[in-house]
């Protein structure tokens, strides 16, 4: 590893490349990983691949979350879309753009945030790209494999109840305590620079017998409006099962804010939501939140929700 | 498809994944494409996997290629890696991030020439992901099969031969011309704004037996030293064997330049460099271009190469 004084720049593309493919140690399902054209992977059946690209200044900023936690968190976006089809993740390819003259020190930390990340589902960086840009764009393909078939998006059945596995809010409302300047309580700054999908929850669901499944990424209503939009279905939300918790209670009457909106609105903890026909049990961690009926569109308590919805990009704000 | 005066902004994230998710025509090894958590693909075997990074301004200007030819660019980048191995691409992800005042049309554009480059090998585009940011960044990832085992860059042997398929120069001799401010020779620029990977030819060469394998997209005297060190073996290439074209010739000559500059140095036409055991017979559109013997270092007629090498990212010029 070379000083933390030295930039991109001072080490050029090659040195980079080395040292980022030394914190790559293959995991199992790895027959070949980086420094050679293409990584080469064992997959019989199906494989499953999801790519998400996150943009300094739109999604992370440098100030806010340690580079280490960058790399957590573009490695989680990632891999909670292979646990939201009920699969593991067994590599990550990374493409990496950044500005000469970002410290070197940055980027080796971001690959070990990556390494990391993989490694709690026995997975391994597996290849890349570095490059130059003006600003840092990481760029992240999960490959993943399944015991069982894909829960996709669209199998949710009238009939069926809608389950939460992990987190909802708490990203969100570590992001409202970064924008104002803070950063206590530090577990809310902290879901939010190294969120904890629940990535044994989406294998789990699949083997329970799971009707469809997505990751809440934009925001629990608006990813549930994505499943119910595939599945052709209506899902009401019942937000006595949304207990939120402490942290989120204590910043929320500090904001003079819902704490229902976080978690309703929020996106970036890497919750899933899945849906189980009546003959499934709902697996351990998972907690009923609502119920799928003929029709279409969400209601929250039996009424349309009014409040913030989640985000979209080339939009107002951010 | 929108009026092609409407932005990115004007449309926004979620109408711009439905427009490009509607170019994506499955292919034959696709179980499911855009439009769910992560797409799945059959495989049965080894996954092949390669990530390439396009930056504005660093891999391509807007005002000297069109979209449709830097989607037709982006593919071929990650699509020769996986070729460069002896396989097949069967899907493409694409991480697309653009600023909210780009015409909605170029990203229409790019989008159908991604997907009209993967069709090239049968492939189609299978997920992706959009997001903000100022400049606009393409990443790539090819997914890919193999018939035969893997061909690597580490296999050269002392006594095997140097063969080439594809064309090399053209490109980097488009790029000159494109940086002087010209549009012709188009074949030239045509070269650099589209390249045509020899897909065919690197499962033509697994086939054949093929001992290591790489694509040229830094330059030929530094791909084939790429091969050279992982192998742990030194090469001579035969400049005899490098006839530069016509188009190649004339534009060297009107700017003082010797041909063989462009094609010992120059990227982005993604030609294949593989060696062949004297055992095996080198096949059809492979050209013999050196030997490999004992010892380490990339030779051009039995002398070290001091002409321009190719292209280090981070490091000055570009």
């Not at 990203?171 to 902290?190: I, N, W, Y």
């Not at 608006?222 to 939120?244: F, K, W």
């Not at 976080?262 to 009546?278: E, K, N, Q």
């Not at 939140?289 to 409040?307: K, L, M, Q, S």
Request: glycine share 12%.
């Amino acid at each position: 590893m070379e000083a933390p004084s030295k930039t991109l720049a001072d080490i050029g593309e090659f040195a980079l490349v080395d040292a980022l493919s030394a914190v790559a140690v293959p995991a199992d399902a790895v027959l070949l990983g980086p420094g050679d054209d293409t990584a080469v992977l064992r997959a019989t059946g199906l494989v499953l691949a999801s790519t998400d690209v996150l943009v300094e200044g739109h999604h992370f900023r440098r100030e806010w979350c340690a580079a280490q936690d960058v790399g957590h968190r573009a490695a989680a976006a990632s891999m909670a879309d292979i646990t939201a089809m009920g699969g593991r993740t067994t590599g990550l390819l990374v493409g990496f753009a950044a500005p000469g003259e970002l410290p070197a020190q940055w980027a080796y930390d971001l690959a070990a945030g990556l390494a990391e990340e993989a490694a709690l589902t026995g997975a391994s960086v597996v290849g890349g790209d570095v490059t130059a840009a003006r600003a840092v764009v990481i760029a992240v393909t999960a490959l993943g494999v399944l015991d069982d078939s894909p829960v996709t998006r669209s199998g949710a059945r009238p009939g069926d109840v809608v389950a939460l596995a992990g987190r909802l809010g708490w990203a969100a409302a570590g992001l409202a305590v970064l924008r104002r300047g803070f950063r206590s309580p530090r577990a809310l700054v902290a879901a939010y620079c190294r969120p904890q999908p629940p990535y044994e929850s989406g294998p789990a669901a699949a083997r329970a017998g799971a009707s469809a499944m997505i990751d809440v990424s934009d925001g629990l209503v608006a990813d549930v409006g994505h499943l119910a939009r595939a599945s052709g279905v209506a899902v009401d939300l019942d937000t006595a099962a949304l207990v939120p918790a402490e942290p989120l209670v204590a910043v929320s009457a500090a904001y003079g804010v819902d704490p229902l909106h976080y978690c309703l609105g929020g996106g970036d903890d890497h919750a899933l939501v899945a849906t189980f026909p009546t003959s499934a049990s709902v697996p351990e961690r998972w907690t009923v939140i609502g119920t799928v009926a003929e029709g279409n569109g969400v209601t929250v308590d039996g009424r349309p929700y009014e409040g913030p919805q989640g985000h979209e990009h080339f939009r107002v704000s951010g």
